[in-house]
């Protein structure tokens, strides 16, 4: 079973912080997602990793950045956090194969102060 | 046109009921396609992928119709513990990026 795991269930920053989310897998997949849930908004794409060193820009990419130094490690950083990122985080890493699902973190619950 | 349609809910049904979600998707490329149940406040878990002649799982049925880009779940003999958010997913292709519904509330009671 693919094992992702998130740093933090919960996390509470205030206005103006800079955050790190991590997110480790187990499998040494080459991708790796986060995503960010909102109601109403249902889950949106940061951004996304398909080797170490590299990145793709995903649907709000906007005041998030990420990093990728090792192949189980995918962190997102949110350079000064403001209220309209208190979120639901998500990490995930697919299978290997176009047709293969994705397996999600428990996910950061971001409360921004 | 959103990409992935889903009717919101809630569905609002007995223990024992059967139930059918529908989802619609945009782009005609699209190359694979799944279920996931989410619960309150937790992530997102694989319930089946669906396939093109369709694929059953105990009481879960998927269907998918191409022509018409339309996939539907059929849950049977409705459980409490069925109670949820079902997202339907699919896959464009190329690193595996994801399109998510925004999801369909499911209400079991007894």
């Not at chain 2, 996931?36 to 059953?56: H, I, W």
Request: charge should be neutral.
């Amino acid at each position: 079973d693919v094992k992702v795991t998130q740093s933090s269930r919960y996390l509470v920053k205030r206005t103006g912080e800079k955050v790190f989310l991590e997110c480790v897998q187990d499998m040494d997949h080459e991708n790796m997602f986060w995503y960010r849930q909102d109601p109403g908004l249902g889950l949106r794409l940061i951004y996304f990793s398909y080797d170490v060193k590299m990145k793709e820009k995903g649907d709000i990419p906007e005041g998030y950045s990420v990093s990728r130094e090792k192949k189980e490690r995918f962190s997102l950083i949110l350079e000064s956090a403001s209220t309209n990122q208190t979120s639901m985080y998500l990490c995930a890493t697919p299978g290997e194969g176009t047709d293969q699902p994705q397996h999600f973190g428990d996910g950061t619950r971001l409360s921004i102060l | 046109r959103k990409e992935v349609e889903q009717d919101p809910g809630p569905f609002n049904v007995p223990e024992g009921a059967t139930v059918a979600f529908n989802c619609t998707y945009s782009n005609s490329a699209s190359q694979s396609f799944f279920w996931y149940r989410q619960d309150c406040r937790k992530e997102p878990k694989l319930l089946m992928s669906v396939y093109s002649s369709g694929n059953e799982d105990g009481r879960f049925t998927a269907q998918l119709n191409r022509a018409s880009q339309y996939i539907s779940l059929l849950i049977r003999d409705s459980k409490l513990s069925d109670s949820a958010t079902y997202l339907c997913v699919v896959n464009i292709g190329g690193y595996s990026t994801l399109t998510f519904g925004k999801g369909t509330m499911l209400l079991v009671s007894p």
